[in-house]
């Protein structure tokens, strides 16, 4: 086996190649006191999130000594960008929960899961959903087309919700930090020249126990530690008293819910068996397979599977696609928000302060790397670009490692990119908002969920060094 000990040398030339533009104490100084900053103005202040993002965020990039008008570029374009990619996928996962709602689609899907299986193995059932699900899909897209079946399995069960949601969320996030074809856990395989093959097999061996530990087994205390009720989302028109005359059938529904996966799936084992290949066929599924489109298309495809399946005419689906978007303005630019505040962070040179970190360490790479994704998560609030950084910094180790390790060190990296989700990560946003939390609620759910699959994760590159 090679070497697990990154020579001095090494990492500190890595670190001279994106050195920061501030002194680091100034940089850490300005992320801790915007963190604080959000959090008193909407825990003490009672400032709407959005509002507190925002004046976080221009406070994070003033202290970092970027002159204002720099602070409200990078914000703006920070948010920009998460509209561009989350905020479009929120608002079509709306439209879609809610014509999967209102059809009685949700329904057929609900009442089978709940019919079906026990009260002890019904968030089994759902951590199993999360992760097939969560496999070939980003975790923004997945959250916002399982949302809605989270709510309605635990109204109908009358299993606390967070004994639900927690289990698909461990699957989805699992999935999106430690397996290919996810942008993170691709990136980094690009960056260190991994085995895509052996890194997507060593992945799904670590997600198993990390989805575990983190999702049903974890669920148990967070149901005692976050007792909320369920929120008031995907009123399905049975809970309304107003069911329609008829509703689409269970195998119509699964495969409405399963057409994006599908595509997207197509597209990741295109990327995987045909990398670099132009063929029409392949430039088709790499289109059809973008979540964006794939999304579009499951909406489409549910006006007529969900909508004339349900008998609705063309001015119900209409209106029920007016009336999906307006629940979600607060959310999408709490979100937006988000992105700017990770933005500001990312573009005072963050990434430069963890480098000079790390130079000189000594420990085992893997756990190097976890700690270098950790620290970058922390203060950037994005998995991908910890992944990347992360990457980036440890990539010149490669040369002195063999395949196998070389895809242990992407776990490493992708295991410790999804640590500690709190106020700059857009995820967390989207789940308190959601599930209607508030931000210890959150901290004490969402965020320890996070903590839980990123240890795992770690543990397991751990053990999997010693057999590889």
Same mark, same amino acid.
């Given at each position: 086996m090679a070497s697990l000990i990154p020579t001095t040398s090494t990492l500190a030339a890595a670190a001279e190649t994106v050195a920061p533009a501030q002194p680091a104490g100034q940089l850490i100084a300005a992320a801790v006191i915007g963190i604080a900053i959000i959090i008193?103005?909407?825990?003490?202040?009672k400032l709407h999130p959005y509002l507190s993002l925002t004046v976080g965020a221009l406070a994070t990039g003033a202290i970092a000594g970027m002159?204002? $008008?720099d602070s409200v570029t990078s914000f703006s374009a920070g948010f920009g960008s998460t509209m561009g990619g989350v905020g479009i996928l929120i608002a079509l996962g709306a439209i879609y929960g809610k014509l999967l709602a209102d059809s009685g689609g949700a329904d057929r899907i609900v009442d089978t899961l709940v019919s079906k299986a026990s009260a002890r193995s019904l968030p089994w059932v759902m951590g199993l959903i999360g992760a097939v699900i969560g496999l070939p899909m980003f975790f923004e897209v997945g959250l916002v087309l399982l949302v809605p079946v989270i709510i309605l399995v635990a109204r109908r069960s009358g299993q606390s919700l967070m004994r639900i949601a927690i289990p698909t969320l461990a699957g989805l996030s699992a999935m999106h930090g430690l397996v290919p074809p996810h942008p993170g856990p691709l990136a980094a395989?690009?960056?260190? $020249?991994?085995?895509?093959g052996l890194t997507l097999a060593f992945g799904v061996i670590v997600a198993i126990p990390a989805v575990i530990i983190s999702g049903p087994l974890f669920a148990r205390f967070a149901a005692r530690w976050v007792d909320v009720p369920v929120p008031e989302l995907f009123v399905t028109a049975e809970d309304a008293g107003d069911e329609p005359k008829?509703?689409?059938?269970? $195998?119509?529904?699964?495969?409405?819910?399963?057409?994006?996966?599908?595509?997207m799936l197509g597209k990741a084992i295109a990327d995987i068996g045909a990398a670099g290949s132009d063929a029409p066929w392949k430039l088709a599924l790499d289109f059809l397979g973008t979540p964006v489109i794939a999304l579009l298309i499951a909406?489409?495809?549910g006006f007529f599977i969900l909508g004339r399946g349900a008998g609705f005419d063309r001015q119900r689906i209409n209106d029920i696609v007016g009336s999906s978007l307006g629940p979600i303005a607060g959310i999408l630019l709490i979100v937006g928000a988000g992105g700017g505040f990770k933005q500001v962070l990312v573009d005072t040179g963050i990434g430069g302060v963890i480098a000079e970190f790390v130079s000189g360490s000594s420990v085992s790479v893997l756990i190097l790397a976890w700690l270098v994704a950790v620290v970058i998560r922390i203060a950037t609030g994005s998995a991908t670009v910890a992944t990347i950084t992360a990457a980036g910094i440890l990539q010149p180790l490669t040369e002195t490692l063999d395949s196998p390790m070389v895809a242990l060190l992407v776990l490493a990296i992708g295991s410790g990119s999804v640590f500690l989700s709190h106020v700059n990560?857009? $995820?967390?946003?989207?789940?308190?908002?959601?599930?209607?939390?508030?931000?210890?609620?959150t901290l004490k759910s969402w965020t320890v969920l996070?903590?839980?699959i990123s240890v795992t994760g770690l543990a397991g590159t751990l053990l999997l060094s010693l057999v590889v």
């Open positions: 008193a103005l909407i825990t003490w202040v002159n204002i $008008g395989i690009d960056a260190l $020249g991994a085995n895509l008829r509703r689409p059938s269970f $195998g119509a529904t699964l495969f409405s819910i399963l057409l994006p996966v599908i595509l909406v489409i495809a990560d857009a $995820g967390f946003w989207l789940i308190k908002e959601y599930f209607g939390l508030s931000i210890p609620q996070e903590c839980l």
